[in-house]
């Protein structure tokens, strides 16, 4: 079952913050987030594979909740080249290779 | 750098044809994807496979088949095209990298069916 992403645009002048969330019904083996920009090929940010973890790259981090079942990205001092699409992608229980990906959240970040 | 290369970065064909779209990735990766980007609905995965002559349908594989007859090379294959199918296709593998798997993709192929 597709994860349910919000929101699903947002617009942020530089500097500011934002938080993208990713919801599953069921509890999850791991998250993986991805960016995509126009035209381009998606490109990996992180993977979150333990209940409560965080994880930092640069300036955007996720979390995974104790249930396994929620994972937020949160972009902080958001840059120009933070723009494009936003996808969580989770991989059930069992860990089965089966990548699902949510509808992704267009994020533009204007000067 | 790895590398997932995807034959077609735009493709016309006509409702009935049976189309071909290649993807080779250069890595030696084990898992390769087929998913489908249409606008509001994300990445949709058709097929998967985590093996040579392996595949799994994904969550939409109506109307599409698969070939990995090489670790290399993992095929999408439309047998009849319809207009429905117009989309935009990507093609990924995947890596495990200390504990973790993470997934290349192509540029993709804008395929549209008339």
């Known amino acids: 079952q597709q994860p349910v992403q919000s929101p699903q645009a947002v617009i942020l002048r530089e500097g500011e913050d934002a938080v993208i969330n990713c919801s599953s019904s069921?509890?999850?083996?791991?998250v993986h987030w991805y960016r995509q920009k126009h035209g381009e090929a998606p490109v990996f940010l992180m993977i979150?594979?333990?209940?409560?973890e965080q994880k930092g790259h640069e300036k955007i981090s996720a979390s995974f909740n104790e249930k396994k079942q929620q994972s937020s990205l949160y972009l902080t001092a958001s840059q120009l080249s933070y723009s494009g699409t936003y996808f969580c992608?989770?991989?059930?229980?069992?860990?089965?290779?089966?990548?699902?990906f949510g509808t992704g959240t267009r994020l533009k970040v204007l000067a | 750098d790895v590398k997932v290369t995807q034959s077609s970065r735009y493709l016309v064909k006509r409702t009935g044809e049976k189309v071909f779209l290649e993807c080779v990735q250069d890595?030696?990766?084990?898992?390769m994807f087929w998913y489908r980007q249409d606008p509001g609905l994300g990445l949709r995965l058709i097929y998967f496979?985590?093996?040579?002559?392996?595949?799994e349908k994904g969550d939409i594989p109506e109307g599409y088949s698969v070939s990995r007859e090489k670790k290399e090379r993992f095929s999408l294959i439309l047998e009849s095209a319809s207009t429905n199918q117009t989309s935009m296709y990507l093609c990924?593998?995947?890596?495990?990298?200390?504990?973790?798997?993470?997934?290349?993709f192509g540029s993709g192929t804008q395929l549209s069916v008339l």
């Open positions: 990924a593998s995947s890596l495990w990298d200390r504990g973790e798997e993470k997934l290349f």
């Open positions: 890595m030696d990766h084990e898992n």
């Open positions: 979150l594979l333990k209940g409560g």
């Open positions: 992608g989770t991989e059930s229980l069992g860990g089965t290779y089966k990548y699902i």
């Open positions: 069921k509890a999850l083996y791991s």
């Open positions: 496979s985590y093996d040579v002559k392996m595949k």
